[in-house]
């Protein structure tokens, strides 16, 4: 099963807010970049506002791979 969250390494500035509004679901690397823990580690609102509110749009769900609108 692909996961259905993803996060663009290359867009992530690592500002921390996905693991601010989204702990369970992300955290950052030793370089702080994000990454995605557990796809299903917060409950949806949470998710949704952490990638909502990703400064690069870094994040995105499977099925909406490409939609950095």
Do not use: W
């Not at 993803?6 to 601010?20: A, L, P, Y």
Request: glycine share 6%; with cysteine.
């Amino acid at each position: 099963m692909a996961p259905e969250l993803t996060v663009d390494r290359d867009r992530c500035m690592g500002s921390g807010q996905c693991t601010f509004y989204a702990p369970a679901t992300f955290d950052l690397d030793d370089d702080s970049i994000a990454f995605v823990v557990d796809d299903h580690g917060d409950n949806d609102d949470k998710i949704r506002m952490a990638i909502d509110v990703c400064p690069t749009r870094a994040i995105a769900r499977a099925h909406e791979e490409g939609d950095h609108t």
